[in-house]
């Protein structure tokens, strides 16, 4: 047994584990747009569990760690407890999903329990954002793609040009990869040069010099080391794209949620609110 590979992977988990509890901070910071639930986890950390002495104050701090709480379950940004509590009420009463009024994000005030109307954008900016949606999804789908490749391009010095290699193969890019069915293989270095040049579309001066590092032993590791290097550039631009693909479908998201929350035409008054001006006009 290998007990020095044991050692290594345990090592590797020990090295996540303060990496996983920041990207849990990080998670929480974001939810509940506050600090408070860190700074408490620090206070705990430093003054222990003994409750707060004062009582205006631990009722304080109390209150702010519910509506931390309801903000990170929810995902609803209440600006107070009191808020909470009637958002709560009025989604209960008209049967809305918390979770619906979080997608709305900016759009719903939580304060006056209705969608921002005004704030709405307009249909251009939509289809723009539907437009982006479409061209970072198909550049996600071409990155991770060429990921897969097991080419990478590289340029003649004298010529300029640009072409794929593999570990046994080269190409040119013209034709297309598609469309390209006579790279030059490493076997046909011993074919006529003639030859090779009118079935590969390389010059004679590029095929010479790709037969001189295809049959070489230190072609498929340099061409190992540069592939790893292609797919390293592929996966972040791979990262990048996916990230601007969140963010628009995050974007759009909110509209269609708020869109959908106005189309039901809900009233922002409370369910108690209700009865009594009901109460009053049935009286008058």
């Known amino acids: 047994m290998d007990f020095a590979t044991i050692t290594q992977f345990g090592g590797a988990l020990a090295a996540l584990v303060p990496l996983v509890l920041i990207a849990g901070f990080a998670i929480v910071i974001w939810r509940t747009v506050s600090l408070h639930t860190l700074l408490r986890r620090l206070w705990l950390l430093v003054h222990g569990s003994e409750d707060i002495s004062d009582p205006k104050i631990r009722a304080y701090v109390d209150e702010q760690t519910n509506l931390m709480s309801f903000r990170m379950f929810s995902g609803v940004q209440a600006a107070s407890l009191d808020e909470a509590h009637q958002l709560i009420a009025w989604a209960q009463h008209h049967r809305v999903d918390l979770r619906q009024i979080a ?6 005030d939580t304060g006056l329990r209705q969608v921002r109307k005004q704030d709405l954008p307009s249909r251009p900016y939509l289809y723009a954002h539907a437009a982006g949606f479409l061209l970072f999804l198909f550049a996600s789908i071409g990155f991770a793609w ?3 490749i097991p080419q990478v391009p590289f ?4 010529s300029e040009r640009t072409f794929l ?10 034709p297309p990869v598609f469309f390209n069915r006579n790279p030059l293989n490493k076997g046909d270095c011993n074919q006529p040069l003639a030859a090779n040049v009118a ?4 010059t004679e001066a590029e095929v010479n010099t790709l037969c001189e590092f295809l049959p070489t032993d230190k072609w498929p590791p340099h061409l190992a080391s540069k ?3 292609q797919r390293w550039s592929l996966f972040t631009g791979l990262l990048f794209f996916l990230a601007l693909l969140g963010y628009v479908a995050v974007v759009v998201n909110k509209v269609i949620a708020a869109k959908d929350l106005l189309a039901r ?3 922002p008054a409370l369910p108690g609110e209700q009865a009594e001006l009901d109460f009053a006009s049935a009286k008058g």
Do not use: D, V
Not at 103 to 108: I, K, V
Not at 155 to 158: I, M, N, S
């Open 265 to 267: 035409g809900l009233p």
């Open 103 to 108: 997608a709305c994000g900016r759009y719903f």
């Open 155 to 158: 340029t003649f010095k004298a």
């Open 227 to 229: 592939l790893k290097e």
């Open 146 to 148: 060429l990921m897969l």
């Open 199 to 202: 079935r590969t579309s390389f």
């Open 165 to 174: 290699a593999a570990e046994t193969s080269a190409q040119t890019l013209w």
